[in-house]
């Protein structure tokens, strides 16, 4: 039976060495350009007729872009719409990417924690310096919520701090421990279709099942990372 | 697990950084302007239809409500022209009755005056011949000469006794 975990081997394609740093192309950096490609090709190509009235494929562009439209303006606000295509790409890079990685032989990037531990970070990163340049060092009043008894505030603020600076490992882990765990989940029931011959249809239907739920996975994590996204940015603009 | 490599990071992180850029420029740039410009467009547009829709509902509605006033006034000229024709009518109606009665009434007057003379005269002429019938019948029976005044009188006894 094949290795479960082998499917998350990074593989050199190309090498690039830039001297002080590794840059290969990898089937990694791959799966990037082709979720690039494919969300630049859905979303100018749906829209290369711009008519009134849409069609089927403009009108899937325009849901997505409703979708997350809308989820900036009730997590975030009116204020938010400079973020909004960051948070947009942000989207549809970690559906592309959670989708393509679940075709049979391809690669998931987003089970890679270094991948989106960056993002975790970026989004961390830029959210805090958001915070200090819209509120400077009020922003510190965050760790202590308004109201808060000043006799607990010892036992908060350590607390509050924390949890904020858990905020990108939570976020990092959550994506890539679901894909790492559903890519092995199906790898290994596939491994058990192979190795039980004719009773292999039981995990062939359990393989199907699983394939449902990490489709939703797919598009729920994603989800989730980009609603985490909203929150952070929405305590950046306007704290508690 | 390959996860955990940290030969494997840099390369990724990288290509994260020129995939994702990449998109955030495709995104910002092309793909998103377009996108809102086409729900500007068509929102704008719908709002137009509505406010133009109203515009003409209210037109219309003003239209028809100039319909209703510009019947009413008509019908009301028609029945208060109706009216006045009628009053008329019967007005000339009534006129005529008055003149015919007027006319009618002379004409009786005046046959009633000439039944009146005639009846007269035929009564004087009766008398008369009754008058001379009886002076001369008694001139026969006594053989002389009647006096005419008393053959009068006599007459006269006798018309009030039979009438």
């Known amino acids: 039976m094949a290795n479960p975990l082998e499917q998350f081997e990074i593989k050199k394609m190309l090498d690039v060495d830039l001297g002080f740093v590794d840059a290969s192309f990898t089937n990694s950096a791959l799966f990037m350009v082709l979720s690039v490609a494919v969300v630049g090709v859905f979303l100018i190509g749906g829209m290369r007729q711009r008519s009134l009235v849409p069609g089927r494929w403009q009108s899937m562009v325009e849901i997505s872009y409703e979708f997350v439209a809308n989820m900036v303006r009730d997590n975030v606000g009116s204020d938010g719409r400079k973020y909004f295509p960051f948070i947009f790409s942000l989207f549809m890079f970690l559906l592309a990417g959670n989708m393509l990685g679940l075709l049979p032989y391809s690669f998931t990037f987003t089970s890679h924690i270094a991948v989106t531990f960056a993002m975790a970070l970026v989004v961390f990163i830029g959210t805090t310096v958001i915070a200090f340049a819209k509120h400077g060092v009020k922003f510190f009043g965050f760790f202590l919520p308004h109201g808060t008894p000043i006799f607990v505030a010892p036992l908060l603020v350590p607390i509050e701090i924390l949890s904020y600076f858990f905020r990108p490992i939570s976020l990092a882990l959550r994506l890539f421990a679901n894909m790492t765990a559903g890519h092995t989940l199906l790898k290994v029931f596939g491994g058990f279709v192979v190795a039980m011959g004719v009773a292999g249809v039981v995990p062939l239907v359990a393989v199907v099942a699983v394939t449902g739920i990490e489709l939703i996975i797919a598009f729920l994590q994603a989800f989730v990372f980009t609603i985490l996204t909203c929150i952070y940015l929405n305590d950046a603009l306007h704290m508690h | ?163």
Not at chain 2, 2 to 15: H, T
Not at chain 2, 63 to 80: E, F, I
Not at chain 2, 98 to 120: P, Q
């Open chain 2, 1 to 163: 697990m390959p996860q955990f490599d940290p030969s494997v990071w840099a390369p990724q992180l990288i290509w994260l950084v020129i995939t994702f850029v990449a998109l955030y420029f495709l995104m910002s740039r092309v793909a998103l302007p377009r996108i809102t410009d086409i729900l500007e467009e068509r929102e704008y547009k719908i709002n137009d239809a509505i406010r133009k829709a109203t515009g003409l509902k209210r037109d219309a509605e003003d239209a028809a409500a100039s319909y209703q006033k510009l019947m009413a006034d008509a019908r009301a000229k028609a029945q208060a022209e109706v009216r006045a024709v009628r009053e008329r009518a019967d007005g000339e109606a009534a006129d005529r009755h008055a003149e015919l009665n007027a006319k009618l009434s002379e004409e009786v007057s005046r046959a009633e005056a000439g039944i009146a003379d005639a009846r007269n005269a035929a009564f004087d002429s009766v008398r008369e011949m009754a008058t001379e019938a009886a002076a001369t019948a008694t001139e026969r029976l006594i053989g002389e000469k009647v006096d005419a005044k008393s053959v009068d009188a006599a007459i006269e006894a006798a018309i009030k006794g039979a009438s």
